[in-house]
């Protein structure tokens, strides 16, 4: 495996592998969280974990609003910013991929063939305790068979940067250009993907001016 290396707080660490979060990360913002707590009745609170503790039947309706919810985002979905380019730049790094979402494992099937994304490592919500559990974090690991602290985890949320932390993980956090209104902890903070690119040493990706 090639030896590559990325700066954080002032460090050059080794990567060899990233995990990329997928709604408002590889995919442009664009589900509406505030309207799908509405349809549920959920003002706060973790949703997974509410719908976990859910009776059969109202689990049942709770799961058909989020499937409907999902879909919405399938159908919908676009390339977020510098996300194609991204994904290309460390793939022909030879890093392994993968992708790590709450969502279902039927729509993040539908998002990456909708794109055409291809990467070594799918992990939906059916496949190992969700973010910000960071049993999802070792799993990825374990799967692509790399130490977790050798594990580089991109998102745009704090359950993102809670896993990644917890799991020992390194952690970037993408703002889409919106400071979040939560407390920061986070190896590296930028606003685009592409400029995680130019944190990697040797530098794999230039824009054009």
């Not at 460090?11 to 799908?36: E, G």
């Not at 689990?59 to 979905?77: P, S, W, Y």
């Not at 407390?183 to 001016?209: G, N, S």
Request: charged fraction near 25%.
């Amino acid at each position: 495996m090639r030896n590559i290396r990325i700066h954080l707080n002032s460090h050059a660490r080794p990567v060899r592998a990233i995990a990329f979060d997928l709604d408002s990360t590889l995919t442009r913002p664009y589900l509406d969280f505030r309207r799908l707590r509405q349809q549920l009745d959920l003002p706060e609170g973790d949703i997974l974990k509410w719908l976990a503790e859910l009776p059969p039947t109202k689990k049942a309706h709770a799961l058909a609003i989020i499937a409907e919810f999902e879909q919405d985002g399938v159908e919908n979905v676009t390339w977020n910013d510098g996300a194609r380019e991204t994904l290309a730049a460390v793939q022909a790094m030879g890093l392994p991929l993968a992708i790590i979402t709450r969502n279902s494992r039927a729509s993040l099937v539908a998002v990456c063939q909708r794109l055409d994304i291809a990467v070594d490592l799918l992990v939906a919500r059916e496949d190992a305790p969700p973010k910000p559990d960071p049993a999802c974090l070792h799993y990825t690991a374990e799967r692509l068979g790399v130490p977790v602290e050798h594990l580089l985890m991109v998102g745009d949320y704090r359950h993102d940067m809670d896993a990644g932390r917890a799991a020992g993980a390194m952690t970037v956090l993408l703002t889409n250009g919106q400071p979040p209104s939560w407390p920061v902890e986070a190896d590296l903070v930028i606003e685009r993907l592409l400029e995680l690119l130019t944190f990697f040493k040797p530098h794999p990706y230039r824009t054009t001016t």
